[in-house]
Nanobody, 120 residues
Framework: QAQLVESGGGLVQPGGSLRLSCAAS????????MGWYRQAPGKQRELVAR???????NYADSVKDRFTISRDSAKNTVYLQMNSLKPEDTAVYYC??????????????WGQGTQVTVSS
């Protein structure tokens, strides 16, 4: 079917930047919305940013003007540029995508998650 693999997480100081990547692979017919979610300890998973196949974007208020989501259709990849990082951005970040394959008309897929830690 389809798989999502994230990369780019790590440890960064407050005010620093990271760029997350998520590549989709498999028997992909179409990719619809793609997005990034995050989950901090003791918190529910929350939407960080989403981008449609047409390029329309949506951001959580907490990251608006600091994070930028983009996608490369040729590579089936979505990115999250994270600037001016704050300690409260610390979380496991998950890639999400709605994908059509031969086996599933439209399914929701999640990556394994990548840890982002913002600390001095």
């Amino acid at each position: 079917q389809a798989q999502l693999v994230e990369s780019g997480g790590g440890l960064v100081q407050p005010g620093g930047s990271l760029r997350l990547s998520c590549a989709a692979s498999g028997s992909i017919l179409s990719i619809y919305d793609m997005g990034w979610y995050r989950q901090a300890p003791g918190k529910q998973r929350e939407l960080v940013a989403r981008i449609t196949s047409g390029g329309s974007t949506n951001y959580a208020d907490s990251v608006k003007d600091r994070f930028t989501i983009s996608r490369d259709s040729a590579k089936n990849t979505v990115y999250l540029q994270m600037n001016s990082l704050k300690p409260e951005d610390t979380a496991v970040y998950y890639c999400n995508a709605a994908i059509s394959t031969f086996a599933v008309l439209r399914g929701e897929y999640w990556g394994q998650g990548t840890q982002v830690t913002v600390s001095s």
